[in-house]
């Protein structure tokens, strides 16, 4: 049985548009079926700000596995899209986030699902609500609008042309 589960590609080395179109085929080629995605949008990085700008898209696929065995296909691909973790939320040329498993909640040492950081991110909500406004999140009981309205990140998210 396939699951609906919405993924957070991001760039911010090189040619972010193309690690982001690189990383968004492999998902398709080697995961799942592409159902959504949405436009790219460009965000001054969060968490460690001296950096360059990141890109950010989400696509929502269909998914037949478990969310472990997903994340194990996510992060061979980032590997060998050449990601490399130094620092934490430091420049990096693919990151491929789980932001939800259908409505599974998972609480794992190396994989908490919905992403917990999803509340507080306008760079993961304004994407998500452009393809999925509507979708609830499984613990807060919020739809993505309703947690774009309440969201107190100020950074600037950017909608790009194709």
């Not at 398709?28 to 890109?55: C, H, M």
């Not at 491929?96 to 699902?113: A, C, E, K, Q």
């Amino acid at each position: 049985m396939s699951t609906s589960v919405f993924l957070l590609l991001g760039s911010n080395q090189g040619d972010a548009r193309l690690h982001l179109t690189m990383a968004k085929a492999a998902v398709i080629k080697n995961v799942g079926r592409l159902l959504k995605e949405s436009s790219l949008y460009q965000t001054s990085a969060w968490g460690k700000t001296d950096q360059p700008d990141f890109l950010n898209q989400v696509i929502e696929i269909s998914y037949e596995g478990d969310p472990f065995l997903l994340l194990k296909s996510l992060l061979d691909i980032e590997s060998k899209m050449g990601r490399v973790r130094i620092e934490k939320w430091g420049t990096r040329i693919i990151d491929i986030d789980i932001l939800f498993y259908g409505n599974t909640i998972v609480n794992g040492s190396d994989l908490r699902v919905p992403h917990p950081q999803i509340p507080y991110r306008r760079f993961t909500l304004i994407p998500l609500v452009e393809i999925a406004p509507d979708f609830i999140h499984p613990v807060l009981h919020q739809s993505n609008t309703q947690l774009l309205h309440e969201c107190t990140d100020l950074l600037e998210v950017k909608k790009l042309s194709l």
